[in-house]
């Protein structure tokens, strides 16, 4: 089999209205850079990258318009692949990551991450290649057989108006709708004022729900440790980022060595070497590695080796319906991140600022989401097809 064409598309969002936030940053504008793999043997590969920075800028009438980066994979990567075998997958991440610390790359003046972002949506089609060819979903390529994987969903942020009523009757909705365990956002507002907050969640939503707690590196570690023993009383799962960028991954250990709560982290993590230095150095439990931010599949299953040798369990950061297959088949696979789906809520619901999962519009097909769970198909690769309306309607041309 030999790769005929490199497809790509930079796909832009509208603002988000009204806006709402995580602990310390506004939530970003949904842009998306999606990547189709060609073969000669009809065979296509889907991948993208939700986090591909400087590939878009706004213009002076706020319209989206490509920017430098866009030019990543019809530039350098598709010349790279063509006529290539694309089953050869490791070889091709070697050859896309080389690019990072080689003149031709730097000259052109684009970022790592760019090329890292790319990376993951190409290293994704090439798998699903691989998997496609083999008549398998990546999971059970990779080894898998469960089908349905722990999920918990990411809500409870904060937003201008919003009160604990708002709040409690938000995370209500979710354990009504079959949702197990629930993340929230800390660190936003006052210790005293988060803490109340936590513990009417806690309240509203019973003893039975998992309840991770993400405070996006609002705190320094002392405050960190004294936060942990007010929010003790709610029963948390994880505590997620706790720690300010500066203090790095000692300021993590410090505080999971002092404190009864596990500590998650690494979505951060630019590549394996930088997420199994985490794994072994900061104390944490749970390791959320986002192979869609950066690296790809291939970089994932690395870093869930080396985890795996350290005890660490993998949950990793957005991008579910990939992220599941590759849960699915580790041994150390503990649990997927979801947004809800906004089918399921009315525009004058509560939910109605936390659509931001409105990229799910962007496949014709989402596994689906039950009692906690999602549920993975039997097609083979990936199991995602693109909606080509709505790829039409997002894509930024020029
Ligand atoms: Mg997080």
Redesign the pocket.
């Known amino acids: 089999m030999k790769i005929t064409a490199v497809e790509a598309a930079v796909l832009v969002w509208p603002p988000m209205d009204p806006p709402f936030w995580m602990s310390l940053l506004p939530v970003n504008r949904p842009h998306e850079l999606v990547v189709r793999v060609q073969t000669d043997e009809g065979i296509t590969g889907i991948g993208h990258s939700d986090q591909a920075g400087s590939i878009f800028r706004i213009g002076a009438h706020g319209e989206p318009r490509l920017a430098n980066a866009a030019r990543i994979i019809p530039d350098v990567i598709e010349p790279l692949l063509a006529s290539e075998d694309p089953l050869e997958v490791e070889w091709h991440w070697q050859r896309i990551f080389g690019l990072t610390y080689r003149h031709h790359w730097n000259a052109e003046g684009w970022s790592r991450s760019s090329m890292l972002s790319a990376l993951a949506a190409v290293d994704m089609a090439l798998w699903d290649i691989r998997a496609k060819a083999a008549g398998l979903p990546v999971y059970q390529l990779l080894g898998g057989t469960d089908p349905k994987v722990p999920m918990y969903v990411a809500g409870g942020y904060y937003r201008e108006g919003k009160g604990i009523d708002e709040l409690v009757a938000e995370c209500r909705q979710y354990r009504e709708h079959g949702y197990s365990a629930l993340k929230v956002r800390i660190g936003g507002m006052s210790l005293d004022e988060d803490v109340e907050r936590v513990r009417a969640i806690r309240d509203a939503v019973g003893p039975d729900m998992k309840l991770m707690l993400?405070a996006?590196e609002a705190y320094d570690s002392e405050m960190a440790i004294r936060a942990s023993e007010l929010y003790r009383d709610s029963d948390i799962y994880w505590f997620?980022?706790p720690v300010a960028w500066y203090e790095g991954n000692a300021g993590m250990k410090r505080v999971a060595d002092a404190i009864d709560i596990p500590v998650a982290g690494g979505?951060q993590a630019a590549t394996h070497w930088e997420a199994e230095e985490m794994a072994r150095t900061a104390g944490i439990s749970f390791m959320?590695f986002d192979c869609m931010r950066t690296g790809g599949p291939t970089e994932w299953l690395r870093v869930s080796e080396a985890c795996k040798r350290l005890g660490v369990e993998m949950a990793p950061?957005h991008g579910a319906h990939i992220h599941a297959h590759l849960v699915s088949a580790a041994s150390n696979g503990a649990i997927i991140e979801a947004f809800p789906d906004p089918a399921m809520y009315s525009s004058e619901d509560q939910l109605e600022h936390v659509r931001w999962d409105r990229k799910r519009e962007l496949f014709s097909n989402h596994p689906e989401v039950r009692d906690g769970f999602m549920w993975l198909s039997e097609e083979p690769g990936w199991g995602i097809e693109l909606d080509e309306d709505v790829m039409g309607r997002l894509e930024v041309t020029e």
């Open positions: 993400d996006n997620e980022e979505e959320e950061h």
